[in-house]
């Protein structure tokens, strides 16, 4: 059976990035009908929070991605939180020291960056150069006495590694240009994320690794690791990097990127998940417009590209827009109605009324974020755009006529529109412009908007005939 996991450090909210990897993960396991697991990688005390990972549960639950163990979800290799784990991990490390695979190390953060820059000064591979290993018992107990603690270090004694990845193919590392015997637990004695990830991934039966290329050189150290304590490595796959619209990397400079304003901005959750599915991936065909339901169907790793993908707002927008035009109008206006009302943007809105209006607009919007500005006017007190449509002689003449006529109409909501227009036309000279826009100023305190013959039924005869009233009282 395919086990996945997305480990999160909860130092943040979830962005662009991260996010990408969870859903691969998932798309993944629910395409080999798999289990996703959620992992919190919270072993850095300092800088992760409790509230970031309850927003990132929270986000990922959002977007759809469910985890089948993990947090709240519970599961057979629990416990899920690292900070809940480091029993475990220092059971692995007494084993570890015990068979001779890693060794406390008595050399100083500041000697071991100092090994490092030495070596680039002297034109070597800027690693450590592992001289721990070989301080006699005098040296360390003259250590001891100065108060340093040490660090547990792995020995790596076997520096070629191959990785045969799902996405990038065969890579092949030197660790001897790379990296010395690397520090399992740190001097404060907390494991750190080399170690928790690879006894975490082994005790968890992680069977796939698909993280972001930013892990690549991390990962022949973890290989080693595995190995010396007895799990088979799992098949690693690298994402390659999103970079943003002008193929630099992406930055602050893009805006916040992170689900929290994907969420704010009223994307659909599918509409996100379609989008980032196609950061580097794609189901061929030219096929771009993906239900939720076919991207879990069709996700394989083997369409899944090497080189960077392009982060552009635009595109996500387009394919958002899509998707809103394919819910059914109901749905269209039950999820807008909760952006609005969460945003708090309904305070002084009849329920009813907006729900009544919203399927209107389901052909013009691409995010819900862009509704607030265009249903202004269902607030009794809206103001108008250009008075002058009103003031006018022939605005005038049209908005008093329309008093007289509401109240003598039909009001079946069936043509009502026309109907208003035709009994409206010949009691007025305004002709063209001059006879619409009053109408559409009086109503919606706009020049441009939505069709006024979808708008006008659900206005309803009353509301239309108190809008003419506030109009010729201009
Ligand atoms: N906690 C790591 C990160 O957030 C995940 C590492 C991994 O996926 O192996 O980058």
Not at 22 to 35: D, E, I, P, T, V
Not at 459 to 468: C, K, M, P, S, Y
Request: one cysteine or more; aromatic letters at 10%; hydrophobic letters at 40%.
């Amino acid at each position: 059976m395919i086990r996945v996991r997305f480990a999160p450090s909860p130092t943040g909210y979830l962005h662009l990035g991260n996010v990408r990897t969870a859903l691969f993960n998932y798309l993944f396991a629910k395409s080999q009908a798999g289990r996703f697991i959620l992992r919190v990688e919270d072993t850095d005390l300092e800088r992760s929070k409790p509230e970031f990972r309850a927003a990132l549960i929270e986000d990922l639950r959002w977007m759809g991605i469910q985890w089948d163990e993990g947090p709240e979800a519970g599961g057979a290799y629990g416990p899920y939180l690292q900070s809940e784990r480091l029993a475990i991990y220092k059971g692995y490390v007494e084993r570890l020291l015990a068979a001779g695979k890693a060794y406390a190390c008595y050399v100083t953060e500041e000697e071991a960056e100092e090994s490092k820059r030495l070596a680039r000064l002297e034109k070597r591979p800027p690693r450590f150069d592992n001289r721990g290993r070989h301080f006699t018992a005098q040296e360390i107990e003259s250590r001891k006495a100065r108060g340093i603690k040490p660090t547990i270090r792995f020995k790596v004694e076997d520096p070629q590694v191959v990785l045969h990845d799902l996405v990038r193919g065969e890579v092949h590392f030197n660790l001897d240009d790379m990296v010395g015997d690397f520090v399992i637990v740190r001097a404060d004695g907390s494991p750190t994320f080399h170690l928790a990830v690879c006894v975490d991934d082994g005790l968890m039966g992680v069977t796939h690794v698909i993280r972001g290329e930013d892990h690549l050189s991390n990962t022949p150290k973890h290989i080693l690791l595995l190995k010396a304590m007895g799990f088979t490595p799992p098949q690693y796959g690298h994402l390659a990097l999103i970079h943003g619209p002008g193929g630099e990397p992406l930055s602050k400079r893009l805006g916040d990127v992170s689900v929290r304003e994907f969420r704010r901005k009223g994307y659909l959750p599918f509409g996100l998940a379609n989008y980032i599915a196609l950061l580097g991936w794609s189901p061929g065909e030219n096929r771009e417009i993906l239900s939720w339901k076919e991207l879990q169907e069709l996700f394989s790793l083997e369409r899944v590209n090497k080189g960077p993908s392009i982060y552009d707002p635009h595109k996500l927008d387009w394919l958002n827009g899509e998707h809103l035009r394919r819910l059914a109008p109901e749905e269209f206006a039950a999820r807008a109605f909760d952006f609005l009302q969460q945003g708090g943007f309904l305070q002084t809105m009849e329920p009813s009324l907006v729900m009544k209006v919203l399927p209107v607009f389901q052909d013009n919007i691409e995010r819900f974020d862009q509704l607030p500005d265009k249903i202004g006017f269902l607030s009794e007190d809206f103001g108008y755009e250009n008075r002058g449509w009103l003031e006018s002689d022939e605005g005038r003449e049209v908005c008093r006529a329309a008093l007289e006529i509401l109240p003598e109409m039909e009001v079946a909501e069936d043509g009502l529109y026309d109907r208003f227009v035709n009994a409206l036309k010949p009691k007025v000279r305004a002709k063209g412009k001059n006879f619409f826009m009053p109408i559409r100023m009086a109503l919606t305190g706009r020049e441009h908007g939505p069709e006024m013959k979808r708008l006008f039924p659900a206005l309803g005869l009353n509301r239309a005939e108190l809008r003419f009233k506030r109009a010729v009282s201009v």
